[in-house]
């Protein structure tokens, strides 16, 4: 078995839990936040056997859109100084960041 962690844009969050649900697949949502745009975003907890894995990897790369987002500079008063930057920048976000991770033990008690 595997636990899938996905962390997809929230404007995807909707139509990808909706297909999850559709096609039989047990997912927990959750949000969360970027921590470098400091941003909402959502997290998927999905527990799936082994033969379902790259099923899972297609819903989820035909629902997740790619975005470029442009953040302005930010002050080094309002923000720590690591994360201080002068000029704008441009990031790409996703489509999504997936982690597969082996279960060692899957109980409902
Ligand atoms: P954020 O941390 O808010 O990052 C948003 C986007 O900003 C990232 O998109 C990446 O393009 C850019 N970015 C992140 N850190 C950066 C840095 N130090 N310098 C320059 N650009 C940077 P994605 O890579 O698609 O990540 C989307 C979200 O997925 C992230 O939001 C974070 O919540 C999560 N994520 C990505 N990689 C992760 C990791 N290795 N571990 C845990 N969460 C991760």
Request: hydrophobic share 40%; proline share 3%; aromatic share 8%.
């Amino acid at each position: 078995m595997k636990m899938m962690i996905a962390i997809v844009h929230d404007h995807d969050a909707h139509i990808l839990l909706d297909v999850l649900n559709k096609e039989g697949f047990k997912a927990t949502k959750m949000a969360s936040t970027g921590g470098f745009l400091r941003e909402g975003n959502t997290t998927f907890i999905i527990g799936t056997d082994n033969q379902h894995v790259e099923q899972l990897l297609d819903i989820i790369k035909e629902n997740c859109k790619s975005r470029k987002k442009t953040i302005a500079p930010m002050s080094p008063i309002a923000n720590s100084l690591e994360s201080y930057y002068s000029f704008p920048m441009q990031v790409q976000i996703g489509g999504a960041t997936v982690f597969i991770i082996d279960v060692e033990q899957f109980l409902k008690i």
